[in-house]
């Protein structure tokens, strides 16, 4: 049953929120900013940082339990003597709640001056620069200048926290964040305080470093540069970089996330929010995997193998499709292999073209599995199974006709192979089959086994450099959005897969993604009446029946909203 409503004021602004919220996040809707640091609304209230202290006051009560009214009939508003929290102060009926007030703003300037004792105040040479909570709060909301003339206290700098992060102890303003994400989200009580007042310092339980596969969420909440990532430090300066919204390709849970880059080169990826996805959160397996894009050896324009000097030539899209597609044309009993970590709208592209105008009835996609966490980690590590099922590209289970492609090949009766984004040599079609065929089409990013091989190769692009859409294993469609151009001509998959059907005289005139998307609305139920606006940046539930979309990933993309309520804390 939902909350019963509260009606209160802030700064002067009426205010409606269910019973139950804090006078933070009340002022957050109607866009008043109630400066914190310990408080973060996916984590346990402790209200140690004093930085969201607001003057409240109630109506007045009378002697007979009535509201005391002024002469002109409204309520008289009784302040307590004292701030009081706004974190872990509940909205109540009638409340008021000054966040501004003189008493407000001296509080918080003191909060400020104490919070920089001793902080070592090293910004120029500090990762967090940039995005830091300390920096901001004290331009908005500090005295500007110290009175602190005495040696500051000096902590342990750069310490490993585990292979991941670096802990620098002077710039931790004992928020207890970490401490209480590593207990009570990550499921590992690992973190804590030591020594008392100016003395206390984060440290980890003797040999208990952060070990988790989430480790590396502490490093964003941390309001200060005392977190920072091994991966990340002293790559860049956060205001060069672009934000870009993604999806994350390498599992079924589809974490919504951030894209970092700058002239072309992707330099981290964070959680972005999404309750009904990934809350905050994302795992490390899944956050520290985006390295293969910045890869040298990506392939960045067409090629052909010559059949006489079994050397490689470059060619030009217009000569690669051509002769693709004439090919195609000549080379019968074709088998076809996709990724499930391609988008629908190349899955739904590559179906046409096998199916519909090659004929081929021997497609499916690679399975790509490994041990899930029933919070987030999903154990299908195919970010659009999902997507690969609903275009027909392959059924439950997924790769099921793999064998018989490759018995195909071996018998002879499979003479070409179009393979979309897998390295198929690792996953049943051995090279010596491989070389059995008389095409084999790649469209790729990166260089392997079966491009080597290969007749054609189209060179592709990854998750952060186009378009398109993954749906996770719930069925919620989320868009891609591309944050880098690809290396050299290389292009999104959707573009080749359009240009060999309009060769092939089907129609392909796909001039945008939006287009293909629109196609797919017109052919696949579930997607009716959609459109990639209409996804936005939160994504929409799809309706999918039938036994292959029976899914192991429960509500939030995961059994639970953290790890440590279905394991015991370690
Ligand atoms: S390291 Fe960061 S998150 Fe942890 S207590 Fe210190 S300031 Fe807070
Ligand atoms: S849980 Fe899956 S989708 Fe989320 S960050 Fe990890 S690998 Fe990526
Ligand atoms: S945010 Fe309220 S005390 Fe820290």
Redesign the pocket.
Known sequence: MPEPIIKLTIDGKPVEAPRGTNIIEAAKAVGIEVPH??YHPKLPVVGNCRMCLVDVGMPKIGADKKPVLDPDGKPVIAFGPKLAIGCNTAVAEGMVVHTRSPKVVKAREGVMEFLLINHPLDCPICDQAGECRLQEFSVDYGQGTSRFVEEKVHKPKRTPLGPKIV?D?E?????????R?MKDVAGQDC?G?VNRGSYST?TCYPGREPNTNYDLN?VD????G??TSTDFRFKQRVWFLKETRSVCPNCATGCNTVLWSREGVVYRQTPADNDAVNQCWMCDYGRLHYKFINDPRRLTSPSVKSSVLGERFGLSWVDATRQVAEKLGTVKDIAAIASARATTEELFLFNKLVREVLRADLVDCVPHTGEGDRFLLSADRSPNATGAKLTGVTADPVGARIPNIAAGIASGKVRGLIVLGENVAKYGIAEGLLAKLELLVVIDTLPNQVTELAHYVLPGATFAEKRGTFINARGRIQRLNAAIPSPGIARPEWQTLAALLNELGANGDYLTIEDVFADMTRTLGPLAGLNLSKIGDWGVELKLEGPAFATEQPKNGGASVSLAAVQPSR
Do not use: E, G, H, K
């Not at 909440?221 to 200060?224: A, H, K, N």
């Open positions: 640091y310990c802990l102890d710039r931790c303003i004992l928020c207890s964040r970490c401490v994400f973190l305080f984060l502490i909440i941390c309001p200060v005392a977190l």
